[in-house]
């Protein structure tokens, strides 16, 4: 993918924080939903291996999601704004369709540049980057290099996965 694009998306992942949230960290997507007046709707029907939904209701919308997964949560916000253009791309909103992520959905052929944009999107929503690269440095021992994971998982509130992604996308963790 084009680094302009990764650029972009961390800039529209930190406008969003900075909007809705005043930039606080950890970040809790379920804060932004209630601040954009978004519904959050569980528990949805487990069918089909339906990870979230998102269902446009006039200018505002609703996600469907049976997990607390702030992940998820996040990825279903960067859909919304990236792919599906909502406070963006006003066009783009009013032609978009509802949107469903399951397995049989975000890895078809069609769509799996936009759900890596959506999970770009929350990996910069949660783990901001200068944030994150200031605590991969406060938590780096500088004689080994050795860098304390379990110190950043804590003050973002988030897996030791997505650490990692993070880490590897800025370039920060081999």
Not at 71 to 96: C, E, H, P, R
Request: charge should be negative.
């Amino acid at each position: 993918m084009d680094y302009d694009v990764i650029i972009e998306i961390d800039r529209l992942a930190d406008l969003v924080r900075r909007c809705c949230l005043e930039n606080t960290i950890p970040v809790n997507p379920e804060d932004i939903i209630y601040k954009l007046e978004g519904e959050i709707l569980k528990p949805m029907i487990k069918k089909d291996h339906v990870d979230f939904k998102i269902e446009k209701n006039g200018n505002r919308f609703r996600i469907y999601i049976d997990s607390d997964s702030k992940f998820m949560l996040a990825k279903a916000l960067g859909w919304l704004f990236i792919n599906m253009g909502y406070i963006i791309d006003k066009k783009k909103w009013k032609d978009a369709e509802d949107y469903i992520q399951s397995i049989y959905t975000c890895y078809s052929n069609s769509r799996v540049e936009n759900e890596y944009k959506a999970e770009l999107f929350a990996l910069a929503l949660l783990m901001p980057k200068n944030d994150f690269i200031k605590q991969v440095d406060n938590n780096c021992d500088k004689e080994t290099s050795e860098v304390n994971i379990d110190n950043i998982k804590d003050f973002f509130k988030v897996t030791i996965d997505l650490i990692c992604k993070r880490g590897k996308m800025l370039g920060v963790l081999a």
